[in-house]
């Protein structure tokens, strides 16, 4: 898949100009959030379904993503800001044999029917990957996903070196943890602060969190 081209910010009228040049040249940085999402109407949805958690919590943030343009940002080659259409999962599949994994994509899409049937092949036909890429390099409007759902954490963060140029969100998601009679679904959320401030990463995590309410999608 051919990725689209990303539409150039007309920075003349862009309320975070001066943000972005903030963040970008004069003190470049990124910030992580972790927070504990509900997810107990997410998996009692999915207890009653045929479907994969893993796919269904992967489709529920691309559809998040997708719908604030702030996380589909991306560079032009002369370092001015711009946006993708639309932006797709790239997530890690576990090797148990190896204790290795691989980072597998598939296109985003709006049916979550559709994406979890071309998600699935995808987990199965890369379960024993030895190579950490075996589709080859990611399409450049894409964002990375990994679990770690053999631990829950109340933080995590990391260090991206070349990070500074890279706009794209990062999510890592932990083990399910029972906390006063609801399940929990630890999210962390790594930003290029440059792309978005607290403001945008809690009305991310606020739109990731209204599907694990209303997992009517999950059928």
């Known amino acids: 898949m051919t990725s689209p081209s990303a539409t150039p910010i007309d920075l003349s009228t862009w309320p975070r100009r001066q943000h972005f040049e903030h963040y970008r040249s004069a003190v470049p940085c990124t910030y992580a959030l972790t927070v504990d999402l509900d997810a107990t109407a997410f998996v009692e949805a999915l207890r009653d379904s ?18 604030h ?13 711009a946006t993708w259409p639309v932006v797709h999962p790239s997530f890690t599949v576990f090797n148990a ?37 075996p589709q ?8 990375d996903v ?21 706009l794209a969100p990062i999510f890592t998601l932990g083990r399910y943890v029972e906390r006063e009679g609801s399940l929990r679904l630890p999210v962390a959320l790594q930003v290029h602060h440059a792309a978005a401030d607290g403001f945008h990463a809690a009305r991310l995590l606020e739109t990731v969190q209204g599907l694990l309410l209303e997992p009517g999608w999950v059928a």
């Open 136 to 143: 080859g390099p990611p399409p450049a409007n894409s964002f």
């Open 69 to 81: 343009d702030e996380f589909r940002m991306c560079l032009t080659p002369d370092g001015a800001p």
């Open 97 to 133: 044999a190896r204790e290795t994994f691989a980072s597998v994509w598939a296109p985003y899409d709006p049916s979550f029917a559709a994406f979890h049937d071309t998600a699935a092949a995808l987990l199965t036909e890369h379960r024993t990957a030895t190579e950490m890429f």
């Open 146 to 166: 990994s679990s770690l759902p053999w631990t829950s954490f109340t933080g995590f963060s990391l260090a991206v070196q070349p990070g500074f140029d890279h």
């Open 50 to 67: 045929t479907r994969k958690t893993y796919i269904a919590q992967i489709w529920a943030l691309a559809t998040a993503v997708n719908q």
